[in-house]
């Protein structure tokens, strides 16, 4: 079966900030509170998408959630108007009212895990949003993800939306950004790695919170019927370094692993499970070493949390990468030395998403892998596939519903909440999504 491996980014939102909201993501805590520019950071994101649209890759938009998150407030009990309970969240509750406005469903990596049809045990594509239940902003984000995936993902022949995992800390589960898969080519049979930080029923006390428990890993892997399942555990030095997710520090295509050597506890058993998991291909591992490239320097430069793409009539991949790679000495020498070499990666590509990667957000975060085959493709939702026009519509409307400067301050202000619910509202047009996409549009 031939498939190819089409992209779903989200859409950054009007409210994107810089709130340090979470605990063990390096970048998050050291912007926080700096002005933000969410539309540069909107435009960045559409420039990604159109670039990977013009290399010949399906490439989508998932659209941002509606933020401030007034429902949430509500259910904490904050009441009367929409821009009273606002106001009294800000004052009451601030940590609470940060987390309702973040524009966090921005990273897509995080949106849900996706099975291939090639895997599953009923020949769909399956999809399991992911809870994010560690932090109490991204919490917020599974019901909406999931209308979204469904919009986007809609034949009930050809695509499974699933239930987020229970929220509760045992089934904590962080989606695509903790599973590679690997494989001969993209409608073969792959190896799914499912890489988790700590087990659910033993105590943690790692400096900052293993985001994935191994049973969660296990579930979407049930859930979904998946064949070729490889769990790894995520190494504990790499989680106290800053690796929140494991794609901070590894990305994989096709037969190519490209990884630190601190992405996992045991890093030959890992190597071991995949080669015997692997079924008509032998998988290529690419480790760059800590000499070559301390974890903090791997972490600041996001070399590891790049897109790992095949292009349409190359053989050898292409890793996008974010222009902090590239300012970083030691990050760059690795890249220019993949380039050089006559491995797997073939050639190195740089990417401007200063905005996300101030969050901790890099160019793979940013985007969900869909594989698809053609059927399954075909019935994707075509208002939200990325073209020229679509571009150029985007741009457009945010130009028109973006501030080009956001602080903390600015979260509070009843007219922001105005502002971003007319974005939405014109985006629906757009994306043709109905008009009770968002919670707001339905009251
Ligand atoms: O979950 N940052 C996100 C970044 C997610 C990156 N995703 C992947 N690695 N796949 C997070 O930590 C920061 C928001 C703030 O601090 O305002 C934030 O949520």
Redesign the pocket.
């Given at each position: 079966m031939t498939a190819v491996e089409a992209n779903a980014d989200g859409l950054i939102g009007p409210t994107h900030?810089?709130?340090?909201?979470?605990p063990g993501?390096l970048a998050?805590g050291r912007n926080?509170g700096d002005a933000s520019n969410p539309r540069a950071a909107v435009l960045q994101g559409l420039q990604k998408m159109k670039r990977l649209a013009d290399l010949g890759l399906p490439q989508f938009v998932l659209p941002p959630h509606e933020r401030p998150d007034i429902p949430f407030l509500r259910t904490l009990g904050f009441t009367g108007s929409d821009a009273r309970a606002l106001e009294q969240a800000w004052k009451d509750a601030p940590a609470f009212a940060a987390a309702a406005c973040?524009a966090?469903p921005m990273?897509a990596?995080?949106a849900a895990t996706v099975t291939p049809s090639a895997d599953s045990a009923d020949g769909r594509v399956h999809f399991t949003p992911a809870n994010l239940v560690t932090?109490l902003?991204?919490s917020l984000e599974h019901a909406q993800t999931k209308r979204s995936l469904q919009a986007l993902f809609q034949h009930p022949d050809h695509h499974a939306v699933h239930d987020a995992l229970p929220s509760v800390a045992h089934l904590a589960d962080e989606g695509a950004?903790n599973h590679v898969r690997l494989c001969a080519d993209h409608g073969e049979p792959g190896v799914n790695l499912l890489v988790w930080g700590r087990d659910a029923f033993q105590a943690w006390d790692g400096p900052f919170p293993a985001r994935q428990t191994r049973q969660a890993s296990e579930a979407v892997a049930r859930r979904h019927g998946a064949s070729g399942v490889v769990l790894a555990q995520q190494s504990r030095a790499a989680i106290a370094g800053g690796t929140?997710?494991n794609?901070?520090v590894c990305v994989g295509a096709l037969d190519t692993l490209f990884h630190h050597d601190l992405a996992f506890e045991d890093t030959a058993a890992t190597h071991a499970a995949i080669r015997a998991a692997a079924q008509g291909f032998e998988p290529i591992f690419v480790q760059v070493s800590s000499a070559d490239l301390p974890l903090a320097d791997a972490i600041s430069s996001y070399l590891f949390?790049s897109m790992l793409v095949r292009l349409p009539g190359e053989d050898r991949l292409t890793l996008i990468c974010p222009v902090e790679t590239q300012e970083n000495p030691r990050a760059h020498a690795v890249a220019q030395s993949l380039a050089a070499s006559n491995g797997s990666i073939g050639r190195v590509e740089y990417v401007d998403v200063r905005q996300s990667m101030r969050?901790?957000?890099?160019p793979?975060?940013l985007r969900l892998r869909v594989v698809l085959t053609e059927a399954e493709l075909d019935a994707v939702y075509d208002p939200m596939r990325m073209n020229d026009e679509l571009f150029g519509v985007l741009n457009d409307w945010a130009g028109e519903h973006y501030r080009d400067r956001l602080t903390a301050a600015d979260l509070a202000d009843p007219a922001l909440l105005v502002e971003t619910r007319s974005a939405l509202d014109s985006l629906t047009a757009i994306l043709d999504l109905g008009g009770s996409f968002y919670p707001f549009q339905r009251t």
């Open positions: 900030s810089y709130a340090g909201l979470s993501n998050s926080k973040s966090s990273w990596a995080n932090n902003h991204r950004a929140f997710h794609d901070v949390n969050n901790g957000g890099g793979a975060c």
